[in-house]
């Protein structure tokens, strides 16, 4: 069977994300992510979404969540949060998104792939790309999946949500355009700082209003 992407999907994700993709805002650190250097990824996963993986050693780290009306077992949605030691893993965020792409190829019997943002966020190298895979052949269903990778100077970090769905051709369209556009509003706010004036960390809220209610 020949697979296809939804054109109408894909260009609201482009759309969506190539005006998200540079856009940051104040974030929650994730638990276990601030290095001895002050490096650390920003971003939270949704509310009530629950842990159903962790990882963490000398050279990798990596959380999944899954909403929490999903099993593990058996879920639609998956968000991962995912960190590997520069010295491990040499590659910059095109590259490793690249080689996603690759290891896809190997289980779909279709994979589309797409740049949606390559540049620099808070001047650390980040790329953001989409994934369609009509069918995978292990799962028979079709994947969305969105990754942004940022190469930080200790680790190379990436978030992705990956989105099961039936699997699907050009004519279907198997994802809300009201989900989409609230994944690249997520992806938007996800970044890396460590408090440096090359990489400054976002101010807190409440010190931000703070010292606004002073200079009046």
């Known amino acids: ?64 969540f899954i909403p929490p009306d999903q ?35 190997s289980r779909c019997n279709r994979v589309t792939h797409y740049n949606i943002f390559s540049g620099l966020e808070n001047d650390y190298q980040t790329s953001v790309r989409l994934f369609l895979c009509g069918e995978n052949s292990f799962t028979n269903r079709g994947e969305i999946k969105l990754i942004k990778a940022i190469r930080g100077n200790d680790y190379l970090y990436s978030v992705r949500i990956v989105r099961r769905t039936p699997p699907f051709d050009a004519n279907e369209e198997e994802i809300r355009k009201e989900e989409v556009a609230l994944w690249a509003t997520y992806l938007s706010k996800i970044s890396v700082c460590d408090g440096s004036p090359d990489h400054p960390c976002p101010q807190p809220e409440v010190e931000a209003e703070s010292q606004g209610d002073s200079s009046q």
């Open 1 to 64: 069977m020949k697979i296809s992407p939804p054109p109408l999907l894909l260009l609201t994700l482009i759309v969506l994300l190539s005006s998200c993709a540079s856009q940051t805002d104040n974030a929650t650190e994730t638990s276990d992510t601030r290095n001895e250097t002050g490096e650390r990824l920003l971003g939270t996963p949704p509310k009530d979404w629950v842990n159903v993986f962790q990882l963490n050693n000398d050279n990798t780290r990596l959380t999944d």
């Open 71 to 105: 099993s593990k077992g058996d879920w639609s949605t998956k968000l991962s949060f995912e960190a590997h030691t520069t010295e491990a893993l040499s590659i910059d965020p095109i590259e490793l998104l690249f080689s996603e792409a690759e290891t896809d190829q």
